[in-house]
């Protein structure tokens, strides 16, 4: 490709992302096109833990470097490549026979290139293997080295977004958005309760009322850190969001609970207490990428609670709804 029509691809990449997935994957289809390697990934490194997570991940041919792969940080060929400068090795084998990770994926030319804080501390890598000597042009890496420029530039956003949400937290406070995460507070959740309520009281129907608590979360801000935090109870108000049926609501009770809330207008159509209940449980399941870090979350301890004839308080059912989260919890417990 032309230094042009790369510059023209790259434009238009950054144009068109909204966000860190949305910007990787086809600049990751852009390396793969410049550097002939068959696999090409982007990874973060958690310095806490020692580790390395592939978070995205173009394979073709017999390489395959799975997306979701946590190992070591010791043990990658990453950390020698920063620890030697070198960013670019065409026998991986006889210059690092000793790798057991090379050799079990077949490696023979290796690139990686560092994505970098603003205060120059390394967060991840743009990364390529093959299990053939490939020729890489110099072009090729100065190119690399641009895309991971840009990789950490839209990071540096992103972290920036979280700061600015977390200070205007106390001016959100008698608002009826959650600050952080842009879906409604509990100010909110009692007016919407109450109206559905007083609709479940003129038509004979009900409403299900779902607590969602974060299990685990005190322990993602200690070990992760707060924006990671952050991060995390954006994406899953995103999910949860997301995922409802429409005419749904969702708010934020406050900290690391959720309250969701439907209308069940009769028996058969479809919206049962249960199954209210087990949709709200798997939309908290999956991978959360927190910045620098891919959280593999097992899920939250979610409670329903249903409204009876001649039901009023708002605070009521959701208390009701709280108890019953907390009972699910317990037996989570229990199981675990």
Request: with cysteine; hydrophobic share 40%.
């Amino acid at each position: 490709m032309k230094t042009e029509e790369i510059l023209y691809r790259l434009d238009d990449i950054m144009s068109d992302s909204a966000d860190l997935e949305s910007l990787i994957r086809p600049l990751l289809e852009l390396i793969a096109a410049l550097t002939g390697m068959e696999s090409v990934y982007f990874t973060t490194i958690n310095p806490h833990q020692h580790t390395q997570s592939i978070v995205f991940s173009r394979n073709v041919g017999n390489m395959n470097i799975p997306e979701g792969l946590t190992v070591p940080w010791d043990d990658t060929l990453c950390k020698r490549s920063f620890e030697e400068g070198r960013r670019y090795i065409n026998d991986v084998p006889g210059h690092w026979g000793d790798s057991e990770t090379a050799r079990v994926l077949g490696i023979q030319t290796y690139i990686s290139e560092p994505v970098r804080r603003i205060d120059d501390q390394v967060f991840g890598t743009l990364c390529g293997a093959s299990g053939s000597n490939v020729d890489v042009a110099d072009k090729s890496l100065l190119f690399l080295r641009l895309f991971a420029q840009v990789i950490a530039q839209q990071f540096a956003r992103e972290e920036l977004i979280v700061q600015l949400r977390r200070m205007n937290i106390e001016y959100g406070n008698l608002a009826m958005l959650d600050a952080l995460t842009g879906v409604s507070n509990r100010r909110a959740l009692v007016d919407e309760l109450n109206r559905m309520l007083a609709r479940a009281q003129r038509e004979g129907s009900a409403v299900h009322a779902g607590f969602i608590d974060l299990d685990n979360f005190k322990r993602i801000n200690d070990i992760h850190g707060h924006d990671a935090g952050d991060q995390f109870l954006i994406q899953m108000a995103h999910r949860l969001k997301e995922g409802l049926r429409t005419g749904d609501f969702l708010a934020r009770h406050g900290g690391d609970e959720f309250v969701a809330l439907t209308m069940a207008k009769s028996p058969d159509d479809g919206v049962s207490q249960e199954g209210f209940r087990q949709r709200l449980q798997d939309l908290t399941r999956g991978h959360f990428y927190l910045g620098t870090t891919l959280l593999d979350y097992a899920g939250a301890s979610v409670g329903v609670a249903s409204s009876e004839p001649g039901d009023m308080n708002a605070d009521a059912l959701i208390a009701k709804a709280d108890a019953a989260m907390y009972e699910i919890k317990q037996q989570r417990r229990k199981v675990q």
